[in-house]
Structure formats: structure tokens, C-alpha cells
């Protein structure tokens, strides 16, 4: 077949192809392209992030109570499965729908840009962005655990990429239903809070997915939620003001409407609900409950008793007000649960820097929230060519993201025992631990999608022959961290006499050995407390481990952190680009769309 004739055949099928555009798919295109006239694809991304959400709480108790970490964990695969099957599509189609009915004369309640005579709606395409960038943090996150073990904090690059940029992801669902709402609804431009009476299927919308913003910016407390703080207990407080504040007081200015903070927060409260039901039925570790709508019901009746303007002295009450109920109620909530957690951090200064802290946030969240308003002048387009630019650094960027190797492999694993002495130990209680017991090794496979095949072996456990450095016990709690040596008491028994918690709480405590650029380890949370109920003193707990292998190169290269980090701190900047360029398209559409 020559040249001219795959010419040919080219030309016949792009003909074939548009009279099949024109004869089946064009009659069938909406005449309109909104958030509430395609509502069953909102709900779809919405469907995302109820999906998404106890996903994320899910992998994290996965990781407390087993502590193994392949691509392809049951967490990892929910959540990757609920972006690629609901959230991607969602968002595709919503894309396609927009420029099919704009070149056809439809309208479109969204911004739109053009590019090569193509139109494109921006929010859309930057929802679509961060919702894939977290599914590829994933594989990542494989990687970087193989450089450098594995680790139980959210604060790795891998992991805070996939917190920074999800919930940007969300906003843009928020900022598409805004959209239209700054065009069908005028009466948005007045600052006044308006009542609850005529509260559109649209505002519906909004409210829910400003609830799953709020529940996935809120992530990073899940060290204090589920009591397995590396940093000092004295951020707890501020930490919860502050991831609360501002969805509360953005939900406030952006929706309009009175009571907006407890629809969101309560919104909120629900997805927290359901993320913590269902890591409880897969028999998980589970986060707490926190219950910040009761502060948003409080600065709402607020600001309604003050005129229902969020301006002024009202303002400056309800943005004192609200750190202060916020932290009051879950320190409440604690007392009456018999937790203490962060509390006795809580004074002299963290409640100070709380409510210090949660007024910064709040009012960013107003500002935020009065930028979604279509009220103030609109500022003159980014030029073209620094958009191309932009787009093109983008897009590089994403490409070498997804670059990154995901493949899952096998390990082994070595049963053991550890026991301790006293079985309920108090604060400054000498310990005895001692782990034995050490059992053939088991080769474990992963398989697809997330089953594992485990191979008895006659091996014994490769670190009691030799070792690259002393075995040792680790143990942290609340920003204190414990190292004690394990010694050899026997060919296979290990024993340590000069362990001491020193305050309350339930530490995190793993025992690790050393042998090449691997090491084995397992975790266990073990409660230290003045007063248990049942202690008789004395007496051994037992412990059944599951050691490890993990990568623990004795040369990583450490040179590579500082980079990373300063890579992090690129896609935070570009992320807060993203989130106040949503800002402004939303207020800019509404205001052209008004004028």
C-alpha cells in the first residue's frame, strides 16, 4: 500500500467519523452544560470522594496494624480504583460536553479558554490534574520506600504530595458548581447572608463538595486522630483549628447562606463518620471522632444575631470564636471519653498559638470565599504566552511523575515474639522486653490485585547469623523518640532492661534488625498509663510479631531528601497558583456574566 492510498484511507475514515458525530452524537448533546443540568456527573466525583476519603484512613491503619506497603495494598487499589472508574471519566466527559455544545452554539455555565480555535473549561482540566497526581504519589511512595524504608509518618515527599494536591482537586468540583451559581444567581453580588428558603439542587452540590474538601484537607491530623503523633503534642491543637477554620469560614462567604458553615462542617462530620465505620469493619485501626460542626453552629448563629454580615466586629467575634469552641469541644470530647491525647499539652501556649493560628486560617477562608462572590473588579488575563509556558512545564512535570515505578515485590517475613514486663507499665516504670520465639522465614509474593502468596521456608531468620549494626527497640510517642539496644541473651533472644516511658500515651514502639541493606521490623502500640483499669502490677504481655523486611540501604543517598523536599515545596507553590487561579476565573465569569 502506497503513500497516496493511507492518505486516502485516512481522509475516508475522518469522513466516516464526523457523519457519525452528526448523525448520532450531535442530536443527542444538551443544549446546556452546567453542574445541575449534569448533575449525575457531580455526584459521580462526589461518589470519588466518599470513596477516596476512607481510603485514605483505611491505608493508614493498614500501615499501623501491619506495617507492609506495596502498590498493589487493598487501600492503595480503592483508592486509585474510585479516581480511575468514577473520577477521571466524570471529569473527561464533563470536558468533551463542554467543547461539543460551545462549537455547536450551547451554552456552557462553566469559564471557558480556547486553545487552537478548541474550547476547554480550566477548572475542569485542573480537577482532572490533581485528582491523577495522588494516584501517582502511589507509586512514588513505593519507590521512595525502597530507597528509604518504610515509614509511618504523613510527612514523606510522597506522601504530602498526594495531601497538596487533593484537596485542590475538590475545590475545583466546588468552583464548577460556583460557577454556574455566579451566573444564575444575582443576588450573590450583595455581601448579606441569604436564608435557606430556595436552596437550589446547585447550592446541594456545593455544599457536599465543600465538605469532601474540608474532610480531605483535614488528612494531616490523622497523627493526633489516631494517636500516633511523631511531632510534639503541643500542635495538636493548632493543627485542628486551623484545617478547620478555613473551610468553615470559606463555606460562610462563598455559599452565601445562612448556616453554610454547619451544612460543610456537617457534611464534613458525616464523610469522617463513614471513612471511620468502615475502617472499623475491616478490622483496622480507626481515627477518632472530631465534631467541628458544633463550633460552625455556633459562629453561624453568630453572625446572624450580628445583622447575617460576615463584616466588621461580627467578623472579628466569629474569627475569635471559632478556635476557641473548636479546641474547647474536643478537649471536652476527650475528658468525657477518658482520653487525654494532646491535652495535657494543651497549656501554657498551644491554646494561644490555636487560636492564633485558626483566626490566619479563618480569615484566608473569607478571603477565599469572598473571591468565589462575583464583587470585585476583574484583573486582566495571564498573557498567552505565559500560559503556553505554564501549560508546557505542566505538562513535563506530569510526565515525569508518571514516569515512576510502581512495581510491587516480594519480602519475607519472620515470625517472633516479644513480651513485656510489667504487662501494664506506668510512666517511669523500668521495663523489661525481651523478643524470641524467631520462626523459619516466610517468602511472601504479592499477587493481583492484592493477594499475597506465602512459602513456608527452612531458612532461619538471615539476622541472626550476622548483622550490619546491633539490633535496637524504637519507640515514640508525641515527639519523643526512644532508642534502647537490644542485646543478645541467647543464640535467639534478644532483651533490653532500661527501657522508661516517660509520660503517658500509646507509643509506637518496633523492634528492628539489621543485615544488609534491609532490616525487619514490626509495629505495636503499647498503652503506658498512671492508672490502667485491671492492673494487678507485675505480670508479661506477649506479643505476636510479623517482622518485615524493609529497605534500609546503609549508603541511601541522603542528598536526594533536600531535593525532593525542595520539589515539594515547587508543587505546593504551583498548587496555590491552581487554587487562586480557580478563584479568580469563577469571580471573573460571574462578574462578564452579570455585566
Not at 518504610?150 to 497538596?164: E, G
Not at 445562612?258 to 458525616?270: K, Q, S
Not at 472579628?316 to 470530647?333: C, D, H, I, M, W
Amino acid at each position: 500500500m502506497g503513500l497516496s492510498d493511507v492518505s486516502t484511507l485516512e481522509r475516508r475514515l475522518v469522513a466516516r467519523g464526523g457523519r457519525f458525530y452528526e448523525r448520532v452524537v450531535a442530536p443527542r448533546l444538551p443544549d446546556t452544560v452546567s453542574a445541575s443540568r449534569q448533575w449525575p456527573l457531580i455526584v459521580g466525583l462526589i461518589l470519588t470522594g466518599l470513596i477516596a476519603v476512607p481510603g485514605m484512613y483505611w491505608d493508614i491503619g493498614w500501615h499501623i496494624d501491619l506495617g507492609r506497603d506495596t502498590a498493589l495494598a487493598p487501600p492503595h487499589v480503592m483508592m486509585v480504583g474510585g479516581a480511575s472508574l468514577v473520577g477521571i471519566p466524570a471529569l473527561l466527559t464533563f470536558a468533551l460536553l463542554a467543547a461539543a455544545v460551545e462549537a455547536r452554539g450551547g451554552k456552557v455555565l462553566m469559564p471557558l479558554r480556547r486553545w487552537r480555535g478548541v474550547a476547554y473549561p480550566p477548572l475542569v482540566l485542573i480537577g482532572l490534574v490533581t485528582i491523577i497526581v495522588p494516584q501517582v504519589a502511589l507509586g512514588l511512595d513505593e519507590l521512595w520506600h525502597r530507597t528509604y524504608g518504610l515509614d509511618v509518618s504523613l510527612w514523606s515527599p510522597t506522601h504530602l504530595l498526594a495531601l497538596l494536591t487533593a484537596p485542590i482537586s475538590f475545590l475545583a468540583i466546588f468552583a464548577i458548581v460556583i460557577a454556574e451559581l455566579n451566573r444564575t444567581q444575582p443576588e450573590r453580588a450583595r455581601p448579606e447572608l441569604r436564608p435557606l428558603r430556595g436552596f437550589a439542587l446547585a447550592e446541594g452540590m456545593a455544599v457536599a463538595g465543600m465538605a469532601l474538601f474540608a474532610a480531605v484537607l483535614f488528612i494531616p491530623f490523622a497523627e493526633f486522630d489516631f494517636d500516633i503523633p511523631q511531632w510534639r503534642l503541643s500542635f495538636a491543637a493548632p493543627v485542628l483549628a486551623a484545617l478547620t477554620a478555613f473551610p468553615a469560614f470559606l463555606a460562610i462567604e462563598a455559599l452565601g447562606r445562612r448556616f453554610a458553615a454547619t451544612l460543610v462542617m456537617g457534611g464534613f462530620t458525616l464523610v469522617r463518620l463513614l471513612g471511620v465505620v468502615f475502617v472499623m469493619a475491616t478490622g483496622r485501626t480507626a481515627p477518632d471522632i472530631v465534631l467541628p460542626v458544633l463550633a460552625a453552629f455556633a459562629i453561624d448563629l453568630l453572625v446572624i444575631v450580628g445583622g447575617s454580615r460576615l463584616r466588621g466586629r461580627v467578623l472579628a467575634g466569629a474569627l475569635l470564636a471559632f478556635p476557641v469552641l473548636v479546641v474547647g469541644t474536643e478537649a471536652l470530647r476527650l475528658l468525657a471519653t477518658g482520653q487525654e491525647k494532646w491535652l495535657p499539652e494543651l497549656f501554657p501556649y498551644s491554646w494561644a498559638i490555636a487560636i492564633a493560628v485558626g483566626v490566619a486560617s479563618g480569615y484566608l477562608g473569607v478571603l477565599a470565599g469572598r473571591a468565589l462572590r462575583p464583587t470585585a473588579p476583574a484583573r486582566p488575563a495571564v498573557p498567552r504566552q505565559h500560559r503556553r509556558r505554564a501549560a508546557a512545564a505542566s505538562a513535563a512535570a506530569l510526565v515525569c511523575v508518571l514516569a515512576a515505578p510502581a512495581a510491587a515485590t516480594a519480602r519475607t517475613v519472620v515470625p517472633a515474639t516479644m513480651e513485656i514486663s510489667p504487662a501494664s507499665p506506668r510512666p517511669g516504670e523500668p521495663v523489661t522486653v525481651r523478643v524470641h520465639g524467631f520462626e523459619r522465614v516466610r517468602d511472601v509474593t504479592p499477587k493481583f490485585p492484592f493477594s499475597e502468596r506465602i512459602e513456608r521456608t527452612d531458612r532461619s531468620a538471615p539476622f541472626l547469623a550476622a548483622e550490619r549494626k546491633p539490633p535496637e527497640l524504637q519507640t515514640f510517642y508525641g515527639g519523643k523518640w526512644i532508642y534502647e539496644p537490644l542485646r543478645r541473651t541467647g543464640p535467639e533472644s534478644f532483651e533490653t532492661r532500661s527501657l522508661v516511658w516517660p509520660t503517658n500515651g500509646r507509643w509506637m514502639t518496633t523492634p528492628t534488625f539489621y543485615l544488609g541493606d534491609l532490616r525487619w521490623t514490626d509495629r505495636q502500640r503499647i498503652t503506658v498509663m498512671d492508672d490502667q483499669p485491671g492492673r494487678r502490677g507485675g505480670g508479661t504481655r506477649t506479643f505476636e510479631l510479623e517482622l518485615v523486611d524493609e529497605s534500609a540501604p546503609a549508603r541511601a543517598p541522603e542528598w536526594l531528601k533536600p531535593f525532593a523536599y525542595l520539589g515539594l515545596a515547587l508543587v505546593a507553590l504551583l498548587g496555590l497558583a491552581l487554587a487562586v487561579l480557580q478563584l479568580r476565573m469563577v469571580r471573573d465569569d460571574g462578574i462578564a456574566a452579570s455585566a
